[in-house]
């Protein structure tokens, strides 16, 4: 309650602001401006399209990334050799920006979805690959003992063991990797798309509707921050050894 | 029967010396018997249940049991940590599920009740007090079924009032249970109060100083410990 009132008071103010500067040239939209775009773009409805094709895209790449980046890391951690081996490849990839990919998946994909998918792949698969490693690496000797002890089997350790030890672990870089997916997605249909609200801001800025930028940009934020909320409650539920 | 055959063993320490732990040790634990090993922290009581529990081979010697030697960990003999080694995003009834061999209901509470548990079924460890969770470590490696229970200092991170309960019922199970035991600790009172033979350990490298049988019957309770015979058996036994 008290965060939203200075949120709010904040937004008045900048108002207030800009109500005070307004007789200058000034190339930026007010609140009250953007808040009017908001509601004509909303009242249309094309914006909620563009951003379900974002939306789309990045849930559709992320999921790619979750499905390769998990069982690899684990795989990484629970095998040394087979770590050892992917380790090189994954830390020279790693500090390239997905950004720096665009014109390698345009030329891969071509102009559309492909390449979107691959970006915003490319860009939760590394956080989650390292967290995840580093998760199953992380496994106290204690359990590999207590497994050795009881026999368990190979597939019940990884599938039982591993994988459960490491999963806060993994949650961590399924954050990371869902703000830099929606990152990569935005930054993908800035150049690379023809819908999206990446695409969405790019239009504007050849119309010079900077207030329609802003409302862009805005939902980015908003929906991006719903994201995180999500998964941070996917995580209370998955995980709820740790909660109580 | 459990038999500790020449054991000679070494480790390199951090200059790269050779630090001679064991040179030919030897022992010998019968069936249902308590067995303590006490000593000085470094006397290599860890090393010799790494040994026992097959995580480490002895440079030479063997570990001997009904006279086979062993090559590897195994069901026959669980060891209970002194850390935490529940799985701690298991439940109660999971963590003695996954190890069971019958994972019928019936024998997953049958070593529920037997560490008095029932409540905490479906709790997580981290809800357990910490003598709760030594009690579930106890009855989840009984539900191996193992032969021997090999104990590492099990009871050390316990406050003083949570072990004075704990010991009871642990000799409770045990005894219920008519397994073969092997404790490693540096209490001297918990290794009178709970075995049959007080085994202690001296100097690098490791040498048996003394063997101390305990007479007392099971069951015991704590009450043994105000008796002389007890506390003659504590000045007897120095580290």
């Known amino acids: ?244 | 029967m459990l038999k500790i055959k020449n054991i000679y063993h070494f480790y390199l320490n951090n200059d790269g010396n050779k630090i001679v732990v064991f040179n030919g040790l030897n022992l010998e634990i019968k069936e249902k018997e308590i067995v303590s090993i006490v000593g000085p922290s470094g006397c290599g009581k860890t090393t010799l249940v790494n040994i026992v529990a097959g995580y480490i081979k002895p440079i030479n010697g063997e570990v001997l049991i009904n006279n086979k030697s062993i090559t590897g960990p195994g069901r026959d003999r669980i060891v209970i940590n002194q850390g935490d080694d529940l799985f701690e995003w298991m439940t109660v009834a999971d963590n003695i599920r996954l190890v069971t061999k019958d994972k019928s209901e019936d024998n997953v509470n049958k070593y529920i009740k037997l560490a008095h548990l029932g409540d905490f079924k479906n709790a997580y460890p981290k809800e357990l007090s910490g003598g709760m969770k030594k009690k579930l470590s106890l009855v989840r490696a009984l539900a191996a079924e193992p032969e021997f229970i090999i104990m590492d200092e099990p009871f050390a991170s316990l406050d003083y009032q949570a072990k004075e309960e704990l010991y009871e019922e642990f000799l409770n199970i045990v005894k219920f249970s008519d397994k073969t035991v092997l404790l490693v600790t540096h209490d001297i009172e918990e290794a009178i109060f709970l075995s049959n033979r007080v085994v202690v350990f001296f100097g690098t490298p490791t040498l048996i100083k003394q063997e101390v049988m305990i007479p007392f019957p099971y069951p015991r309770d704590k009450n043994i410990k105000e008796l002389n015979d007890f506390k003659e058996l504590k000045i007897k036994i120095r580290l």
């Open chain 1, 1 to 244: 309650m008290k965060t939203w009132l200075i949120f709010l008071s904040t937004i008045i103010f900048i108002q207030l602001l800009f109500s005070v500067i307004s007789n200058q040239n000034f190339f930026l939209p007010s609140p009250l401006e953007v808040l009017n775009a908001l509601f004509v773009q909303l009242s249309q409805g094309e914006i909620l399209i563009d951003a379900a094709m974002s939306l789309e895209r990045i849930i559709i790449g992320f999921l790619l990334a979750v499905a390769t980046a998990i069982p690899v890391g684990i795989l990484c951690g629970y095998n040394q050799r087979f770590g050892s081996f992917f380790r090189p490849f994954i830390e020279l990839l790693r500090p390239i920006p997905p950004i720096a990919w665009i014109p390698i998946a345009i030329l891969l994909f071509g102009i559309g979805d492909g390449s979107s998918y691959f970006i915003v792949f490319l860009g939760a698969f590394f956080p989650i690959f390292i967290n995840t490693y580093f998760g199953s690496i992380s496994l106290p000797v204690v359990y590999k003992n207590v497994t050795q002890s009881f026999e368990i089997k190979k597939s019940v350790f990884i599938t039982k063991i591993l994988f459960y030890f490491s999963l806060p672990y993994i949650f961590t870089g399924l954050k990371i990797g869902m703000g830099m997916a929606w990152m990569s997605v935005i930054a993908a249909e800035l150049i690379g798309a023809q819908s999206g609200l990446g695409y969405f801001i790019q239009i504007n800025r050849l119309l010079l509707r900077t207030d329609n930028i802003l409302v862009g940009m805005i939902l980015i934020g908003i929906i991006g921050f719903a994201l995180s909320k999500l998964l941070s409650l996917a995580e209370k539920i998955v995980i709820p050894w740790r909660e109580k």
